[in-house]
């Protein structure tokens, strides 16, 4: 049976600098020989890892799943396999649009668990202010994700990511 390639994408929690890309291709082709991982920015930039002399990751086949550490920040990837022969030779290729989020995501959970050490809790619920920018966070965070998945639209996503990076980064003025 040929493959039918296929692939998901996630983060595992305390690495938020990581992609992981799982194959979940079905089939299979005998002069598939490896895969080859392109990340596209929204500014049509690769993403790689410090020290990869390509624009590629190389993901040998005896790998089910592969992390590779290149995110600073949240951000949207176009994100490619190439299932390539001996040659080189792009034998099957698939493209996703996919975001990575744990960076804004672990501070929002941060906030949350700020809330839950306060001894007295009622104080946290007379600060508009605090839910509000909490709430605004948490929006851009999902307003990003929508468009990834239901825009398949790169630049929004990333807009909004940007947009809550800067809120985390200016955490002692808005928390």
């Known amino acids: 049976m040929p493959l039918t390639p296929n692939f ?4 595992q929690a305390g690495l938020p600098s990581n992609v992981i890309i799982t194959d979940t291709s079905t089939g299979s082709d005998v002069a598939i020989v ?12 690769y993403v790689v890892a410090d020290g990869t002399t390509t624009n590629y990751t190389v993901w040998p086949l005896a790998q089910s799943s592969i992390s590779i550490d290149c995110l600073t920040e949240d951000t949207a990837l176009s994100v490619t396999v190439n299932w390539v022969d001996a040659g080189g030779v792009t034998l099957y290729t698939k493209t996703s649009l996919a975001g990575f ?5 672990t501070f929002y959970y941060s906030l949350t668990q700020g809330q839950a050490a306060i ?14 920018n909490k709430s605004k966070l948490k929006t851009l965070i999902e307003s990003g994700n929508n468009a990834v998945t239901l825009g398949y639209d790169i630049t929004s996503a990333q807009v909004c990511y940007d ?6 980064n200016s955490q002692n003025l808005l928390f």
């Open 34 to 45: 490896e895969r080859r991982v392109f990340l596209v920015n929204y500014a049509g930039e």
């Open 119 to 132: 001894s007295n809790p009622s104080y946290i619920l007379q600060d508009n202010t605090y839910f509000q």
């Open 101 to 105: 989020t744990l960076f804004n995501l």
């Open 8 to 11: 998901s994408t996630s983060q």
């Open 163 to 168: 947009l809550a990076t800067y809120m985390v």
